[in-house]
C-alpha cells in the first residue's frame, strides 16, 4: 500500500498565529478560551471563545491584501495557515499552481461569516456589500485557487464537526490513486454570530471555558481556527528531513442516528476508529494516545468514552485539546491532527485542561497535565459532527 | 462507474417522467421552480413539515432510489449552498431578535450536510457519507469521491448513492441578483440563449445517481470528468482537447454535445469556443429547460443518461437523426468553474 506522508503544517488558532506558537502554548498549558477582542456579538460579553487574537485589518496587512475585494475573516486566516504549509513543506510557486497539485478544503461557515452584511445584502436593504459575491462555503478556497494561480483539482467539503478531517482523507486517497502528486488539505472556520446562534440555539454552550471529560462539562466553547498540512507519497519525498509524520489510515461512517447527538451505543464513533485502525494495519493495543473528539458536551464526552471502553481493553492516553482552543467547527479536525503529530515529534501529551473530577462511570481518566517523555508511535485522532458524520484518523512516527 | 438507477426532482416534469417523453414546460418567469410531486406516501407528515427544501427535495428523489435498489455503500453529495432558506430564515431571526432566544430547527435543517445526514438516518445507513461543497464545482466534487470508492474497491461489487441538490429562496435570489447573476427582463426560456444581456435565470433542484462498479444492465457510465477553477479564455480549447486525448477520443468521437450556456452575453463566448472545436455536432442547451444553479451538472448528466437511451430526444438541435452513444458536457460557472464530464453507453 502506497505510504502517505505530512511534509508541511500550517496552523493559526487562539493559542498561537503559527505552529510554533500553538506548540509553546500547548507545552505550557496556555489556553486561548477567554472573553472576545475582537468578535462583535450580544454574547461577546457573556460566553467566552477561543478568538485569534489578531483584527481582520491586521491580517490584511499581513498578507498584503486590499480591503474592499471581499476577503472575509475565513479567507484571512485560511490564507495565513496555507501560506505557512506551503512554506513549511518548501512547495515552490510552480508546484502550488500545478495540475497535479490538489486543494481540498472545507469550512462550516464558510462566507457566510458576517452576518450583518449578509442580512442586509439577503433582504435587499441599501447597496450590495464587497461580500456580495463571496457568502460561499467554498469561498476562502476559490480565493486562494485565485490569489496562487492553482490549476489543479479543488475540493471544498462540509460534514460539519468532521470536515477537515475528511478532507485529509480525501487528499490522501487522491495521493493514493495516483490522480495527484502533492495535495493541501484542511480547513478554516471563524468566529460568527451564524454558528454561536446555532450552538447557543442548541444549548450546548458553556458558560465558562469548556471542560472536556469532567463529570460537570457544561457544554462545549467555541473558537476559530484554520489549519492545513501538506501530503505527499513518501516515495516520492526526495528530503526524508521534510517529512513530519505517516498518515496511516481513516476510516468514515455515519451514526444514522439523530441530527445533533450521538448514539448512547456510540456505534458511529467506534466504527470510524474500527475502520480507521483495519485501514492502517494496527489494532488498537498498537495506539499510544488519543486525540479525542472531546466536545465537552454532555452527550459526547460520555458517548465517546464508551466507545474507548468498548474498543480498547486498556485505554490509552487521552485528551481533548479542544479544552485550549475550544471547538473550531470545520478547523478541528486538522487542527487536531497537526497537534496529534507534535505529539508524536516531541514525544509527549497535551492534556485535557480544567477537568477537576473526570467522569466516573469509568475506570480511565484522560491525561491531566501536560506529560513529556512518553514513548508515541501511533496516534488516532477523532472527529464527530451532526448529521452523524463520523471520522477517525491515525498518524505514525516515520520510521 | 455505472449508472444503475437515476431520478431526478427539477423545474421540469422529470418527477414523472413526462418531460423525457417530451412533455416541455414553457417557463416565463425569473425563478425556474422545481416541480414537486407529492411526499404523501414517502415522508411522514411531521417529519415533513420540519424539512427545508432542499432536504426535503433531496429526499423525495432519494427514497425512491433507495426503495427500488439494494443498500448503498455510501452516499455522497455536492451541493453549492444546502439549506439556504432556513440558513438564512436563522440569520433574520439572529439579527430580528438581537441574538435573542432562538429555535434551532433552522440552524440544524440549514448545515449543507443535513440531508446525507437524513439519508443515512432514515436508512439506517452507517456507510460512508460525505458532502462536497465546492461551490459550482460541488457536483463535480462528489463524483471525483465516487471515483475514489470505486478505484479503492475494484475488486468486490459496490454501491454509491450520488447526488446534488440546490434550492432557490428569496435571499440567495436576491443575493445573486445583487451580484448581478440573473436578467432583470424577463424572456421566456425558448428565447433564452437569443437574449442579448447579461446574467440568466435562476434554477434549482435535486438530481440522484444510484451507481455501482458492475456494469451489468446498466443505463450509462460516467467515464471521465475534469474540472478546473483557474482558466484563461484561451486556455479552454486546449482544456477540452486534452481531456478527449486522455480518453483517447477525437472531437469526432463525441456524438453530441451538451452545453450550460444559459444566455448571459458577458460568457457565453466560452460555450461558443467550445462549439467551434466541434463544428456542426448535435447540441442540448439544457439551461434552457432547468435554468442556471450551481449544481446544474447533475442535471445535465442525468439528461444525457436519458439521450444515451432514447429519450428526450426532441431536445437535440441539429441532430434529428442520432443515437447518441458518446456524450460531452461542458459547463462553467461566472466563467470561473469549468466542467467537462463525458458519459458514454
Known sequence: MTEIVV??????????????????????????????????????????????????????????????????????????????????????????????????????VGGMCYTDDLYHDANMQGSPSEYVKNYEGSDHALQIVRFYGMKGITDVVNTACSSSANAIAIGARLLETGKVDRVIAGGSDCLAKFTVNGFN?????????????????????????AAYVVLERKADVSDPGKIQAVFSGFGICNDAFHPSATSDDARGPRMAM?????????????????????????????????????????????????????????????????????????????PSLRVEEPIADFSFQPTLRYTPEVAITHVLSNSFGFGGNCTSLIFSACI | ???????????QKTHDLSFENGDWKVLNEYIYKAIEPSYQDLIPNAQLRRMGKAVRMGMGVSLPLLGRNPKPDGIIFGTANG????????????????????TPTNFVQSTPNALAGQIALLSENMSYNVTHVNGSLAFESALLDASLFFDEHAKEEKRLLLGAVEEISDYNYNIDRLGERFKKELVSNEELLDSETGGSYCGEGSTQFYLSNNPENSLAKFTAFKQSSHLFHDEIAEFVMRFLEEQNLTASDIDCLLLGRNGDVTTDSWYQKVEQLFGEKPTVYFKKSVGEYRTVSAFASYLAVRLLNGQAHYLIENGATVKPRTILIYNHFDAVRHSLILIQK
Do not use: W
Open chain 1, 274 to 350: 474500527e475502520l480507521a485502525l483495519k485501514r492502517a494495519n494496527l489494532s488498537p493495543e498498537n495506539i499510544q494516545y488519543i486525540n479525542a473528539h472531546g466536545t465537552g458536551t454532555p452527550n459526547n464526552d460520555l458517548t465517546e468514552s464508551f466507545a474507548f471502553s468498548k474498543l480498547f481493553k486498556n485505554v490509552p492516553a487521552y485528551s481533548s485539546t479542544k479544552s485550549y482552543v475550544g471547538h473550531t467547527l470545520a478547523a478541528a479536525g486538522v487542527l487536531e491532527a497537526i497537534y496529534s503529530i507534535l505529539s508524536i515529534q516531541n514525544q509527549e501529551v497535551y
Open chain 2, 83 to 102: 439549506g439556504l432558506e432556513d440558513c438564512i430564515k436563522f440569520l433574520n431571526q439572529i439579527v430580528e431578535y438581537n441574538e435573542g432566544t432562538l
Open chain 2, 1 to 11: 462507474m455505472y449508472i444503475k438507477d437515476l431520478y431526478a426532482i427539477s423545474p
Open chain 1, 7 to 108: 511534509t508541511g503544517m500550517g496552523a493559526i488558532s487562539s493559542i498561537g498565529l503559527t505552529i510554533a506558537e500553538n506548540l509553546y502554548s500547548l507545552k505550557h498549558e496556555i489556553s486561548g478560551i477567554k472573553k472576545a477582542k475582537h468578535f462583535k456579538s450580544h454574547y461577546a460579553g457573556s460566553l467566552v471563545f477561543g478568538e485569534i487574537d489578531q483584527s481582520d485589518e491586521s491580517l490584511l496587512e499581513e498578507l498584503a491584501l486590499k480591503k474592499g475585494h471581499g476577503f472575509t475573516r475565513t479567507t484571512l486566516i485560511a490564507m495565513k495557515a496555507f501560506r505557512e504549509a506551503v512554506s513549511h513543506a518548501q512547495l515552490s510557486p510552480e508546484d502550488i499552481a500545478s495540475t497535479r497539485t490538489a486543494f481540498i478544503s472545507s469550512s462550516t
Open chain 1, 201 to 225: 440555539s442548541l444549548r450546548i454552550l458553556s458558560e465558562e471555558p469548556c471542560k472536556p471529560f469532567d463529570t460537570h462539562r457544561e457544554g462545549l466553547s467555541l473558537g476559530e481556527a
